[in-house]
């Protein structure tokens, strides 16, 4: 099925925004911070945490947390099913989030389209770069006729091997050679696929290490943003 683009923006609909990038970035800080600056936002953190609520989301992130037995990315060999299962995700999110954005509230979403499609081209082409970002751009087109993408994604981007010894001292676990392989691949392809994108700012953390200046900055972009109509999904029944 194909959606029919409508008129659908309520007067005064709230900012969608997601966070993007690697892990080590500073995804969840600056989220904080940039929460700190708002006005009452709603903040949905990232999918791969969502492993002790109850909710629909929560118990796919579950069993695929179990059926990869400690994998960092959520991979127990099927990489087609847990593709599907991790856009289930994202959609169960748009279902909880759509009714604060309608009344006004700007909502920061950890992780969201962009990070499905990035990792799990990645873990679906794992040996062909150039396939790998033509999947992630078509997993992107999918995924954006079920829920909508959001108005503002903010990719966050840095040395690769500077992010990850941020990510070994917060999770006290060292990173692997292969888990440093996949994350460097992904940080090619988060750059590739945000590039012509005007809804993605970048902000490179290597040029702005200080967080509260660059959460300034990230709050200004929210501040100024203007949603745009949303297309009407494509599961009939499911009103945006």
């Known amino acids: 099925m194909h959606p029919q683009h409508a ?3 309520a007067p005064g609909r709230g900012v969608l925004v997601s966070f993007e990038g690697i892990s080590g970035t500073g995804k969840s800080h600056l989220t904080r911070l940039v929460a700190q600056r708002l006005d009452a936002p709603l903040l949905v953190e990232e999918f791969s945490s969502r492993r002790t609520r109850g909710d629909l989301g929560s118990r796919i992130v579950s069993a695929l947390a179990a059926a990869a037995d400690g994998d960092r990315f959520l991979r ?3 990489p087609a099913s847990e593709t599907l299962l991790l856009l289930a995700v994202q959609l169960h999110t748009w279902e909880t989030i759509r009714d604060p954005l ?16 990035v990792y799990q081209a990645a873990a679906l082409h794992p040996r062909d770069d150039t396939a790998a970002l033509d999947q992630a751009r078509a997993l992107m087109r999918e995924a954006t006729t079920w829920r909508p993408a959001p108005d503002v994604t903010i990719l966050l981007t840095d040395h690769v091997g500077t992010a990850l010894e941020r990510a070994e ?35 490179d953390r290597a040029a702005q290490p200080d967080p509260e200046t660059a959460a300034d900055l990230i709050t200004s972009w929210i501040t100024a943003a203007r949603p745009q109509p949303w297309p009407s999904p494509a599961l009939e029944g499911a009103p945006v």
Request: aromatic share 2%; with cysteine.
């Open 7 to 9: 008129a659908d923006e």
């Open 169 to 203: 001292q917060r999770d006290g676990r060292p990173i692997s050679a292969a888990e440093r392989a996949v994350h460097e691949r992904c940080a090619h392809l988060f750059t590739e696929l945000a590039a012509g994108d005007p809804r993605v700012r970048l902000v």
């Open 102 to 117: 309608h009344t006004g509230r700007t909502v920061l979403e950890g992780r969201s389209l962009h990070s499905v499609a």
């Open 76 to 78: 127990g060999g099927c």
